[in-house]
């Protein structure tokens, strides 16, 4: 039984983003700098944070809009399964570089501090950032509240109180602090020095905490201090009972209803084929329901060839509702 609860925590995106374009994902960051011995960070992992590359904007995104899913890495020799919760989120960069415009030259822009060139749509700058947890252990919605919780420590910084600086040198949340925790710009020389260092250990108390043992001990994780932010609980059932998964049921039989429900975890037992189809942002729909299940079986049947069976759902949105329009069962 692996004793770390926490394996890695990884930053995904690109250092230097070109605007209005996507581009191959690369690793930014990485907690702990070093492999663990029993468990080598997959070079790959990039690709399952952010699938369809790394996508950068001229528009301006709330700072609540994120999107978090989760996947396998599954050894082939040994068959030991990891598992992953990423958020994914836009983040403000202050040094970009424009799209070619064909005559090639490139464009590079970098904003200064107050330049009020932030009002300027066309030089305003988000690029996809992932934050990622990787571990031996299934808790999908308490690593995806630890990540959540780290987005907000991020654009809480501003370093506002500083020598020479003002409040109008950060203008757009997060824009300083985004860019010196993901080494875009150099954190020695950086005013967010010391917020970012305090950014650090936190993460590095996160991945000192030690998994709980089965059915006997719990563990209570302080993100924050107890009087402002509850603890966070992880515990895990005895080895001699079902393997734990940390999703909801009640959010499927919602959704597709008890007989489409009970048709698709029959499907899933018996390794076939499960497809969903949506009229209404089908991905999300596929990850949410792929979420509820076991993910790891979900994930093995969509890529699998074997199997004759097939459900194909189909489903659409009645303003705030989820409608099934029909199942077919081959």
Same mark, same amino acid.
């Given at each position: 039984?692996?004793?770390?609860?926490?394996?890695?925590? +990884?930053? &995904?995106?690109? @250092?230097?983003?070109?605007?209005?374009?996507?581009?191959?994902?690369?690793? #930014?960051?990485?907690?702990?700098?070093?492999?663990?011995?029993?468990? &080598?960070?997959?070079? $790959?992992?990039?690709?399952? *944070?952010?699938?369809?590359?790394?996508?950068?904007?001229?528009?301006?995104?709330?700072? @609540?809009?994120?999107?978090?899913?989760?996947?396998?890495?599954?050894?082939?020799?040994?068959?030991? +399964?990891?598992?992953?919760? *990423?958020?994914?989120?836009?983040?403000?960069?202050?040094?970009?570089?424009?799209?070619?415009?064909? $005559?090639?030259?490139?464009?590079?822009?970098?904003? @200064?501090?107050?330049?009020?060139?932030?009002?300027?749509?066309?030089?305003?700058?988000?690029?996809?950032?992932?934050? *990622?947890?990787?571990?031996?252990?299934?808790?999908?919605?308490?690593?995806?509240?630890? #990540?959540?919780?780290?987005?907000?420590?991020?654009?809480?910084?501003?370093?506002?109180?500083?020598?020479?600086? $003002?409040?109008? $040198?950060? +203008? /757009? %949340?997060?824009?300083?602090?985004?860019?010196?925790?993901?080494?875009?710009?150099?954190?020695?020389?950086?005013?967010?020095?010391?917020?970012?260092?305090? &950014?650090?250990?936190?993460?590095?108390?996160?991945?000192?905490?030690?998994?709980?043992?089965?059915?006997?001990?719990?563990?209570?994780?302080?993100?924050?201090?107890?009087?402002?932010?509850? %603890?966070?609980?992880?515990?895990?059932? !005895? #080895?001699?009972?079902?393997?734990?998964?940390?999703?909801?049921?009640?959010?499927?039989? !919602?959704?597709?209803?008890?007989?489409?429900?009970?048709?698709?975890?029959?499907?899933? #037992?018996?390794?076939?084929? +499960?497809?969903?189809?949506?009229?209404?942002?089908?991905?999300?729909? &596929?990850?949410? =329901?792929?979420?509820? /299940?076991?993910?790891?079986?979900? @994930?093995?049947?969509?890529?699998?060839?074997?199997?004759?069976?097939?459900?194909?759902?189909?489903?659409?949105?009645?303003?705030?509702?989820?409608? =099934?329009?029909?199942?077919?069962?081959?």
């Amino acid at each position: 039984m692996q004793t770390r609860l926490i394996d890695y925590l +990884v930053v &995904v995106g690109v @250092r230097k983003p070109t605007l209005d374009s996507t581009e191959t994902p690369e690793l #930014l960051r990485r907690f702990p700098q070093k492999d663990h011995k029993d468990f &080598v960070l997959p070079g $790959d992992v990039v690709f399952f *944070c952010q699938p369809e590359g790394c996508s950068t904007v001229s528009k301006k995104f709330s700072l @609540r809009e994120a999107n978090s899913f989760a996947f396998t890495l599954t050894e082939k020799d040994s068959g030991k +399964v990891r598992y992953g919760i *990423c958020v994914n989120v836009f983040r403000p960069c202050s040094n970009f570089v424009y799209k070619d415009r064909g $005559d090639g030259k490139e464009n590079t822009l970098t904003i @200064r501090k107050r330049s009020r060139s932030f009002h300027n749509k066309r030089d305003f700058c988000m690029s996809l950032t992932s934050l *990622c947890i990787i571990s031996h252990h299934p808790f999908f919605p308490t690593f995806r509240e630890c #990540l959540f919780f780290l987005r907000k420590m991020i654009d809480s910084r501003t370093g506002i109180g500083g020598k020479g600086l $003002d409040k109008n $040198d950060n +203008v /757009v %949340p997060g824009l300083h602090s985004w860019s010196v925790f993901t080494c875009t710009e150099d954190q020695k020389t950086s005013h967010l020095a010391r917020d970012m260092e305090e &950014v650090e250990t936190w993460i590095q108390r996160l991945l000192l905490a030690q998994a709980p043992m089965p059915g006997r001990t719990r563990v209570e994780l302080h993100l924050h201090s107890p009087d402002s932010y509850p %603890p966070l609980t992880f515990a895990i059932p !005895e #080895l001699n009972r079902f393997s734990l998964v940390d999703f909801p049921i009640h959010i499927p039989l !919602e959704l597709l209803g008890v007989e489409t429900c009970l048709k698709v975890l029959t499907c899933i #037992l018996l390794e076939h084929k +499960v497809s969903v189809a949506s009229i209404l942002n089908p991905k999300q729909i &596929v990850v949410d =329901l792929a979420e509820q /299940v076991e993910i790891e079986k979900f @994930r093995s049947v969509q890529s699998s060839l074997s199997g004759c069976g097939f459900i194909e759902v189909k489903c659409k949105f009645a303003g705030d509702k989820f409608q =099934l329009i029909s199942s077919t069962f081959i």
